[in-house]
């Protein structure tokens, strides 16, 4: 791919912004299906942001980073959107992320 330093990274923002976009509007996938399935999640996300911002000295605090990932504060869209883990669930969580 010959693409300069700043257009690739224009693109990749503008891909992590469409993944933002889009887990925001599929609150009926789960966190937990998410990490059984591709091993993260929003809170994944939340947290690699925040790594990111500190990485380059930006104030960011973990409930900043959490909101811009989930369009609301956390405990919102958990109380809002968030079902209880089924038994199957977490014994996936188990096997796939031990330790988790």
């Given at each position: 791919m010959a693409i300069d330093d700043?257009?690739?990274t224009e693109l990749e923002a503008a891909a992590f912004r469409r993944?933002?976009?889009h887990l925001k509007t599929r609150t009926d996938v789960q966190n937990?299906?998410?990490?059984?399935?591709?091993g993260f999640c929003r809170n994944c996300l939340s947290n690699w942001l925040?790594?990111?911002a500190d990485a380059k000295g930006v104030a960011l605090s973990k409930d900043e980073s959490r909101e811009a990932i989930y369009g609301m504060p956390y405990?919102?869209?958990k109380a809002k959107h968030q079902a209880p883990a089924s038994p199957e669930q977490l014994e996936t969580m188990k096997k796939v992320h031990p330790g988790h």
């Open positions: 700043k257009t690739r993944l933002v976009e937990i299906d998410l990490m059984n399935l591709a925040k790594d990111a405990e919102a869209w």
